[in-house]
């Protein structure tokens, strides 16, 4: 079972920066892909951008890439890893709930329907 816990959403204007963390944890963490993904109000959930298992590997939609930056720790027992999303230059199309969500699986994806864990949810708001 993996736990998710994001944190760090809030109220920005466009051009500035915010920065969510999500605390994941679980028998052998750091093998899971750990995501972030949005979604907007009457709109579809969207994938943001992935730190891949083991490599820690990243990859980024097209409308975030330049803007947002994926980092992680895993900690040394294998059962907590932090997962960042630094967003930069943050723009009005980017508001909407993120989450952060865990995938087992050995390929990666950026469909969300692949994710099994997924936590709450933190709100972010850019205002123009």
């Known amino acids: 079972q993996v736990q998710l816990v994001e944190s760090g959403g809030g109220l920005v204007q466009a051009g500035d920066s915010l920065r969510l963390s999500c605390a994941a944890s679980?028998?052998?963490?750091?093998?899971?892909?750990l995501g972030w993904f949005r979604q907007a109000p009457g709109k579809e959930r969207e994938f943001v951008a992935v730190s891949k298992g083991n490599s820690g590997a990243e990859w980024y939609a097209d409308s975030v890439k330049g803007r947002f930056t994926i980092s992680r720790d895993n900690a040394r027992d294998n059962a907590k890893s932090t997962v960042y999303l630094q967003m930069d230059n943050l723009e009005s199309g980017d508001t909407g709930v993120y989450y952060c969500?865990?995938?087992?699986?050995?390929?990666?994806?950026?469909?969300?329907?692949?994710?099994?864990?997924w936590g709450q949810g933190t709100q972010v708001t850019v205002s123009s």
């Open positions: 969500a865990a995938d087992g699986a050995r390929s990666w994806s950026i469909q969300a329907v692949r994710y099994d864990y």
């Open positions: 679980g028998r052998s963490i750091s093998s899971y892909h």
